[in-house]
């Protein structure tokens, strides 16, 4: 079982910056590949970015390739996302997770989620 908790959201203006960590707990991230999801209201949620076990293979959506950054410390059990140059279109809920397949898996394979962190970016 892991537990995941993410931290690091709140409020910024347009072409700001945060920087999302997601803290594990229970057993260690290094077996695990690492997802951020994102949910904005009405819409369905998408894959952001994944990083392997490792740090060595990453995935970025098209929409945030440039601007978001997804990095890994498996001695402190943590996964980071680094948001830079925001937009109001990344506004939303922010969740990572953590799956056993690959970079590119889909939601559906995911085993564990955090409770999600919310990002609001104003214009």
């Known amino acids: 079982q892991v537990q995941l908790v993410e931290s690091g959201g709140g409020s910024v203006q347009a072409g700001g910056s945060l920087r999302l960590a997601c803290a594990a707990s229970?057993?260690?991230?290094?077996?695990?590949?690492m997802g951020w999801f994102r949910q904005a209201p009405g819409k369905e949620r998408e894959l952001v970015a994944a990083i392997s076990r490792g740090g060595g293979d990453t995935y970025y959506a098209d929409s945030v390739k440039g601007r978001f950054t997804i990095s890994r410390d498996n001695a402190k059990n943590t996964v980071y996302l680094q948001m830079n140059s925001l937009k109001p279109e990344d506004t939303a809920v922010y969740y990572c997770?953590?799956?056993?397949?690959?970079?590119?898996?889909?939601?559906?394979?995911?085993?564990?989620w955090g409770q999600g962190t919310q990002v609001t970016v104003s214009s």
């Open positions: 229970g057993r260690t991230l290094s077996s695990y590949v």
């Open positions: 997770g953590a799956n056993t397949l690959g970079v590119r898996a889909r939601e559906r394979n995911y085993d564990y």
